[in-house]
């Protein structure tokens, strides 16, 4: 600016203040969202995330089995409720590591609506899973970001007995549109062959088939999307030989897309000490239009602090994140 307008700006903002009138606020600088430059993605599951008067209600008829009932009901394991009851200061915690995160998006799991997750992300909007259920997958979105709440994807669920997809479109009806699929898929067989006779492994391979088909939906449609989550399962290993695993029934073949894993090169490190987990189990897959986007070493995985795991109830998952560009 000239130095006479600044001077100018200057005598405005003094009368002002003599008027006795508040004065006006100074703009906020930009965000990079709003600038076009980028967009930071991440997907964390927070292990039970709950309000607390709806887990102080749901502790006291708390279920001692896992039966296939419990993912359409308002049912609080017995083991959950008596170690992971959050106190303002672990929701306090949360809400920092959050801040410190600062993602644009978030896909969530194990969160029970969009009240639940206001706890952590209170600058977010949400679009959640309409399942009844305590473990809703779905997303927070940063407030001025525009976007659309897509339609369960239901077919995942397999008949509502497993958790829904969410879907999620950002900037919807423009050339940037980005179409997002949050993911939790069956627990249990992270790591053996879907063609096992476990019944865990024949669930997720029941899951492959409509996940195969959203990707193959969008590869058509030459979208730009990610699918991302907790997926249960190596993926990292099975892109590397697994004959039968999740990755080789999702990825490739006719009508599907090429898809890449964004943690393909990054160290593993689990969220906290003492924690013995050896490899990832959430990931942010990308179609081959949006891998274009991707900002090259932008992968990240928050861990918690010694102190902070040691002390506070946070998630036994921590998020991961990447940046895209937005062109």
């Not at 887990?55 to 992971?84: E, I, K, M, N, Y």
């Not at 109830?313 to 990447?322: T, W």
Request: glycine share 8%; with cysteine; charged share 20%.
């Amino acid at each position: 600016m000239p130095s006479s307008g600044r001077a100018i700006l200057w005598a405005i903002l003094w009368a002002w203040a003599l008027s006795g009138l508040p004065t006006p606020a100074t703009p906020a600088a930009t965000p990079p969202i709003a600038a076009g430059n980028t967009l930071k993605l991440a997907a964390w599951n927070m292990e039970w995330l709950l309000t607390p008067v709806t887990f102080g209600t749901l502790r006291q008829h708390c279920t001692t089995d896992d039966d296939a009932r419990r993912p359409v009901s308002r049912s609080l394991p017995c083991d959950v409720a008596a170690r992971l009851e959050r106190s303002a200061t672990d929701l306090a915690a949360l809400r920092r590591y959050a801040r410190q995160l600062d993602a644009d998006v978030i896909a969530l799991q194990e969160v029970d609506g969009a009240a639940a997750a206001r706890q952590v992300f209170p600058d977010h909007e949400f679009c959640f899973t309409g399942n009844t259920a305590l473990q809703n997958n779905g997303f927070a979105i940063r407030r001025g970001l525009p976007f659309r709440c897509g339609a369960d994807l239901k077919s995942l669920s397999l008949g509502d007995s497993v958790r829904r997809g969410a879907e999620v479109v950002l900037f919807p009806g423009s050339p940037r549109a980005i179409h997002l699929l949050g993911v939790h898929l069956k627990s249990g067989c992270a790591t053996d062959r879907l063609d096992s006779p476990d019944s865990d492994c024949q669930r997720i391979a029941e899951q492959a088939a409509p996940l195969r088909q959203w990707v193959a939906a969008q590869t058509a449609a030459k979208r730009r999307f990610a699918v991302l989550g907790d997926f249960n399962r190596n993926l990292l290993a099975e892109s590397r030989g697994m004959q039968d695993g999740l990755w080789q029934r999702i990825n490739g073949g006719p009508g599907a897309a090429q898809l890449s894993i964004t943690a393909a090169n990054s160290h593993f490190r689990n969220c906290a000490t003492g924690q013995r987990y050896s490899s990832y189990i959430d990931y942010i897959l990308l179609g081959s239009q949006l891998q274009q986007q991707l900002i090259s070493g932008s992968f990240e995985r928050m861990i918690w602090s010694a102190e902070d795991a040691g002390r506070r109830k946070l998630s036994d998952h921590c998020p991961i994140a990447v940046r895209l560009r937005l062109d």
